[in-house]
């Protein structure tokens, strides 16, 4: 039986009391922590780096979920493998060998994943399906928490489900953004596994109570 499982975003979180809300996230819950990073180049956002995934490693035995919202996310292949990230997602506009990048996050010893935007289509990952640890289904335009869900993004996982189903790869499907206990059962029922939740979480006040409401959201008793 198929349940959903929760990326709660730090970018929702309270910084200043980093740490608690991330134990308060793994008590209720968590299956893996998503760490957004932004440049202010390839999204209009900054937001944070290494020094931040290095206080989140500290915090958590959790799989930590790099989403690279950079140009050039090769750069950070190294250090933040050094660092002890688990899963470096980046966004295929961003660079100019995917395949090169792909290889390179696996021989460091992470998940690599490709993050799909609104606007990107599926032939983004068609020729590395083979390269891909998890594909990062965009429900909104990324750079800022707290926008809604992107409907037509129910139907993507439902696509990307059936192309990683026929090349036999056991690829995880995620999704990020603008999902909340009334939009996660739509992915689900579509594929997708993981749900990565930034302001249904964080910015609610209890966090844990909100990872087991989203849970519970998902239907039961849907087949593997
Ligand atoms: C958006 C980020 C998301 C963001 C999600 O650019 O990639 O991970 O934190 O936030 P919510 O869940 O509030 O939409
Ligand atoms: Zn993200």
């Not at 893996?32 to 931040?52: K, Q, R, T, Y």
């Not at 020729?127 to 990324?142: F, G, I, K, Q, W």
Request: charged share 20%; net charge negative; proline share 7%.
């Amino acid at each position: 039986m198929r349940t959903a499982r929760i990326a709660p975003s730090v970018l929702a979180a309270d910084f200043g009391r980093l740490r608690d809300q991330i134990v308060l996230a793994e008590s209720g819950g968590a299956d893996w922590i998503h760490v957004d990073v932004m440049d202010g180049h390839f999204v209009p956002n900054l937001s944070f780096g290494a020094p931040v995934i290095k206080a989140i490693r500290a915090a958590t035995k959790l799989p930590v979920d790099v989403h690279l919202m950079v140009t050039a996310p090769e750069k950070y292949i190294a250090e933040y493998a050094d660092l002890g990230a688990n899963v470096f997602t980046f966004h295929p506009e961003a660079t100019t060998h995917v395949q090169r990048q792909l290889a390179a996050i696996r021989d460091r010893g992470m998940k690599a994943g490709l993050a799909l935007n609104p606007g990107t289509p599926l032939s983004a990952i068609d020729e590395v399906v083979a390269d891909l640890d998890l594909v990062l289904v965009m429900s909104v335009n990324p750079g800022f928490g707290g926008q809604g869900y992107w409907g037509p993004a129910t139907d993507k996982v439902a696509r990307i489900k059936a192309l990683l189903d026929v090349r036999r790869s056991g690829a995880v499907i995620e999704i990020d953004g603008g999902i909340t206990a009334r939009t996660i059962a739509a992915p689900f029922l579509a594929g997708c596994d993981m749900f990565v939740a930034g302001t249904s979480v964080f910015g609610q006040p209890d966090p844990a109570g909100a990872i087991a409401g989203l849970k519970a959201a998902c239907p039961a008793g849907t087949p593997a």
